[in-house]
C-alpha cells in the first residue's frame, strides 16, 4: 500500500478494514494525473470503479481495501481520499 497517495482518513478506514479485503465498503474519490487511457479505465474498472469518461480526472466509487492497495501502486493514480464507508443494509 502506497499510503502517501492516501488521505488520513482513508488511510485510518484501511487499517481498520474488516477482515474480508474484498469487501467493497469503502466510497472513495481517485484524482488522477490526467485523463485515463483506455488502458487505465480497465485497470480502474478491474478495481471496481465505473470506468469515468475519458475527459474526467476524478472518479469516484465503492472499493475493497484491496483495489485500494492496487491503485494506490499505479503511478497515473495521483490521490485517493475517503468519501465514505458503506454500511450493511
Known sequence: MDYGKLDASLAAAVNAAGSDPEARNLLVMVLLEQAPTEAQREVLRGAGLDAPNP?????????????????????????LALSSTRRPS
Do not use: K, M, Q, Y
Not at 60 to 77: D, I, K, Q
Open 55 to 79: 475527459d474526467r480526472r476524478i472518479v469516484t466509487g465503492a472499493l475493497s481495501r484491496r483495489g485500494v492497495e492496487e491503485l494506490s501502486h499505479e503511478p497515473w493514480v495521483r490521490s
